[in-house]
């Protein structure tokens, strides 16, 4: 008889268990009704979009957007934020300095995005109409740099739908 070794998580952080009940209790909240009414305005500007704007001219945006935002991510900047070498280390940290990193990206890409908003809704209607792409790649490079507060270079192709992903998720 062939016996199977087990694995044994480690016990949960205060901080870690605190975070666990917290998911518990959003994922049982319904959405707010700003985020449905915003949901049932945006369906169908997006699919009025998605009629207009051919698929090849929205990949090539898609394309230009991701690579700027990456480029723009600056994995060193939060090495140094966490005192690390390698932004990889930074999964050895606690949950808790992890969050608190993620926490100071969340603020600066949020005062960059409402600086960004302020600046293109100055310009009128012609500016008004750069301020979505600005957004998209804020919010990208934020995602990227989120992701390297956690330990995650993201600098292979395959995080690319990754990082995508979170983006369409948190649409």
């Given amino acids: 008889m062939v016996e199977h070794a087990t694995f ?3 016990a949960l952080t205060e901080y ?3 975070q666990v009940e917290r998911i518990a209790l959003w994922k049982g909240e319904h959405p707010p009704v700003v985020a449905e009414v915003f949901r049932m305005v945006a ?3 997006a699919q009025l979009a998605e009629r207009v704007i051919p698929d090849s001219l929205a ?3 898609i394309d230009v957007t991701y690579k700027a935002a990456d ?3 600056w994995c060193r900047d939060i090495e140094v934020q966490a005192g690390v070498k390698d932004v990889t280390e930074l999964k ?3 949950l808790e300095e992890c969050d608190q990193l993620a926490l100071r990206v969340g603020r600066n890409a949020e005062a960059l995005a409402v600086a960004e908003g302020a600046l293109t809704g100055a310009g009128g209607v012609f500016t008004t109409l750069l301020d979505v792409p600005l957004l998209f790649g804020v919010a990208m ?3 990227i740099r989120i992701g390297h507060c956690y330990g995650y270079p993201l600098d292979r192709k395959t ?3 990754y990082v995508l992903g979170v983006l369409v998720a948190a649409l």
């Fill in 8 to 10: 044994q998580a480690p």
């Fill in 16 to 18: 870690e268990a605190e």
């Fill in 43 to 45: 369906q169908p500007v």
């Fill in 59 to 61: 990949r090539q945006i």
């Fill in 71 to 73: 480029a723009t991510a």
């Fill in 92 to 94: 050895q940290k606690s």
């Fill in 141 to 143: 490079r934020t995602i």
């Fill in 159 to 161: 995080d690319r739908a």
